[in-house]
């Protein structure tokens, strides 16, 4: 844990341990997306993908939740433990893939298709998952489908890629909205394959929202949680990881005796989200010193977008 680094891990810097001290004084708990920078993945009390996250938050008993990670995680954190005060330590980190399915486009298609079932992945707004039946990650979205009913039409928002990834793993037709991550479409197979040339042996790991040419070829498609599992028990020794460059951390602290090589672009060796990288160290600290900026919704959007919340939990467990 936090308090006693990782043998081969630099010691903890005077502002980590003014945040851990912050952190006590409020009884809070530090969840953090593994796209953080290392510096708060340091001192996090849980580092994870979105279902582990949503998990933790629904679970946690602390006074305060800090969410390390991009607004919806946080809203999702609110919306499963409403009576405690979320933060986040910059309310700008937003998501270009929950940009892409505004609620007052989701609401129409709804009243024109009063009949679909709506499976909203998690990466979008309070308002988009009021609107929804069931929420799914991409830990977990193939189960998620595989129980909806099957005389049910599904409208998969907002992540083509994913939901493309996961109607052609179950065999389940679905329709696909048009949304995608600005950052993981950006990896290419024709740079992964340049990659490739330099390091024949590496494994080739790659996150569903990634487009289908990268997914078809890449040895396993799976969340960023599941690549940790993947890694330590394949028998490989490097592995190219096609995701945001923060999970290159987290590999190399769970499986520190592999190596790990960050997936590339067209243009550049590396991808990092730029929304999950507007939390800093310093903004931790002084959202903890400060209690703000917390994250607020009306209560009516809560209990709706809860419901689909719920039903994921319970299908997933
Ligand atoms: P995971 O749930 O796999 O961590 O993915 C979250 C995300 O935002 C990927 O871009
Ligand atoms: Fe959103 Fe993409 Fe950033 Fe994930 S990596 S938070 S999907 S913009």
Known sequence: MVFNPRSGESPLSDIQKEVLAL???RNAVILAHNYQVEEIQRVADYVGDSLGLAYRAA???????????VHF??????????????LLPEMEAG??????CPADQLAAYKEANP???IVAYINCSAAVKALSDVICTSGNAMKIVEKVPADREILFVPDQNLGQWVSKQTGRSMKLWPGSCYAHVLFTQQAIERLKAKFPEALVVAHPECVETVRDNADVVCSTEKMIGFCRDSEARQFIVVTETGMIHRLQREVPEKTFIAGP???????ECRFMKMNTIEKLRDCLRDMSPQIEMPEDIRQKAYLPIKRMLDWSR
């Open 23 to 25: 952190k006590k004084e």
């Open 59 to 69: 679970e946690a008993d602390a006074d305060c939740i800090v969410f390390c990670g």
């Open 73 to 86: 995680m946080a809203e999702t954190a609110k919306i499963v433990n409403p009576k405690k005060p979320v």
């Open 95 to 100: 998501c270009s893939l929950s940009d892409s």
């Open 115 to 117: 009949n679909v079932y």
């Open 265 to 271: 672009t067209d243009t550049c060796a590396c991808n």
